[in-house]
């Protein structure tokens, strides 16, 4: 058994943990008020992996969700106490070989403008309205659609 690699960031009302675990399995998140638990069975050789982890600070477990796809397991946690920056995921100053921060994602939310806010709130709200893995919204691709190219527009006469 070995830790599952993961990436996190910050944001004002929760901090987001993806565990990086192709075609995971047997997936089990425990949520609890100062930790986090995660278990699976997943990628290539169907090997066991598990994390503990102990937060920087207290969630809310009811408010805290997550999300399997084939690539990964997407963690929401509630902040219990929103409009507090993280500046790690631990509670402990200790550099965790399988964690790093999601430079992708991360940005500093203390100066966000209302307008960005919103569609965070969008987002978090969604993450809310999420049940377990099974019970997510339909977010597949466009519908077919036919689209008129220039090329098949008819041009008028020009007289």
Request: one cysteine or more; proline letters at 3%; hydrophobic letters at 30%.
């Amino acid at each position: 058994m070995q830790p599952a690699t993961g990436k996190w960031y910050d944001r004002r009302e929760a901090v987001f943990i993806e565990f990086c675990i192709e075609d995971s399995k047997d997936v089990q998140v425990k949520f609890d008020k100062t930790k986090l638990d995660f278990s699976c069975v997943g990628g290539t050789d169907n090997m066991e992996h598990h994390n503990q982890v102990e937060l920087f600070e207290s969630i809310d477990p009811n408010g805290s969700k997550h999300k399997r796809t084939d690539r990964s397991v997407f963690c929401c946690l509630r902040k219990a106490e929103t409009g507090k920056a993280w500046p790690r995921l631990t509670k402990e100053k200790t550099k965790l070989n399988w964690l790093s921060v999601d430079f992708n994602n991360w940005k500093d939310w203390e100066d966000d403008s209302d307008e960005e806010l919103s569609s965070f709130d969008r987002f978090s709200e969604m993450m809310n309205n999420m049940g377990g893995e099974d019970d997510l919204p339909d977010v597949g691709g466009a519908e077919d659609e036919e689209s008129a190219d220039s090329d098949d527009e008819k041009m008028p006469d020009l007289e």
